[in-house]
């Protein structure tokens, strides 16, 4: 599968990636990942490594069912080894890696995002490097650029697991009864949901508490008014959040919460129970990563004739805009990390080879999720969507990089904070835009 990622490779050589996203699933916030009952490898005596990863069994069905056969033939095909798993959902997820890194307490194994989020770890010395079990033809399992986004001076840190592009999903059945095309133009789709609003439907649900999801909205925004690379060079600096291509998206944003497009409450409401509505066939639209791609293709938890009734369709372009409609918000996804001062460091490295290779052959045809390394289509049997997905993969312009993951972790939180500010309608999109420019450059 070739990918087209022009200014994407860019940015991940420059940078050194990931809202996405999942979870919904409460669990304890602060799980003992201190590494377990350990003991070397070579010492044969019995050892425990510490996994924690985001993907509940309740929100994340398929994904944590995946994760568990994984680790039940590891520890099956090494006795002596016990895989210790704590599970949290993503915003959980990511306040307990800030809680056990200031105590260099990190498990032995778990999950990170890429370029900026996982700078500081990288800079503290808090994974250790993977270099050497990328060799012996591992490293060529992975698909061009996705390693890149894990490294740092040509040292990668992190091996990825999955490919993300975020689409918008719609029910065909709500488009059908209202009379509506799936637009192509940025006009279509004001006509959409003005159609929409009009007949008392919500047109589209977005959990905006996890700001990364206006963010979404945000950045396909700006691509579509400014081209691929405006939102990219602002965050590195070669541009401006002053832009006016960057201050004409964050107005938009404005017009479409003034339209009513987004479900009611949205600054208010978790991904998970935004979800909820478009699951529920009472809202239209669900913009998302290709990580929900379960629950509407292979998911037998959700009901087969919901299943059939929804499709995607590519963000519309903008008459006058720079941006093309074959340019994405997405980009690798998490992936495994090893802690540099885990007790049981190879065996650990061991373990994240062996889910690698795993997650890659069964992540395909158990949840249809799309993988980090190389799919070998031919012969197996995958849902048409997952196909049509594989196929915009094949044919974009561009992927942009999530804007959150682009930055270092106090920017980002800065951007997130600015967005639900904008939805919110507490902010003026000069005032998004100037505010950006004070973060960015206080770290200059």
Known sequence: MKIKLSSFIVLLTILAFLGGCG?????????????????????????TISFMHLWPAGSSAQHNRIV???????????PGVTIDVDVLSNDQYKETMTVLASSRQLPDVGLTWAAGYMTPFIQGNMFTPLDDILEGGLGDQFIPGTIEAFSD???????????????????????????LDVPETYDEFLNVVETLVDNGITPITVGNREPWTGSMWYMYLADRFGGPDTLTDAINRTGTFEDPALIEAAAEIQNLVDMGAFVRGHNGLGNEEAKGPFMNEQAAMYMMGTWELPNYTT????????????????????????GDIDS???GPGVGLFVAEDSPVKEQAKDFVQFFVQRWGERSVTDAGV????????????????????LDELANASNITLYADVQMSAAVAQTHLDLIQSLFGGDVTPEEFARRHEEALAAEE
């Open 23 to 47: 979870g919904g699933d409460t669990a304890d916030p602060t799980p003992d990942t201190g590494g377990g009952d350990t003991a070397a490898p070579e010492t044969g005596e019995d050892v």
């Open 68 to 78: 568990e056969a994984i680790i039940d033939e590891y520890e099956d095909e090494n």
């Open 153 to 179: 001076n040509d040292t990668a840190y992190g091996l990825p697991l999955e490919l993300n592009i975020a689409p918008i999903y719609y029910n065909t059945n709500i488009f059908e009864e209202h009379g």
């Open 299 to 322: 998911n037998e938890d959700v009901p087969q004739e919901f299943r059939d009734a929804i499709d995607f369709f590519k963000f519309p372009e903008i008459e006058g805009g720079q």
């Open 328 to 330: 994405f918000v997405g």
């Open 370 to 389: 799309i993988p980090a390394t190389t799919v070998e289509t031919e012969g197996i049997d995958l849902p048409d969507m997952y196909i049509d997905i």
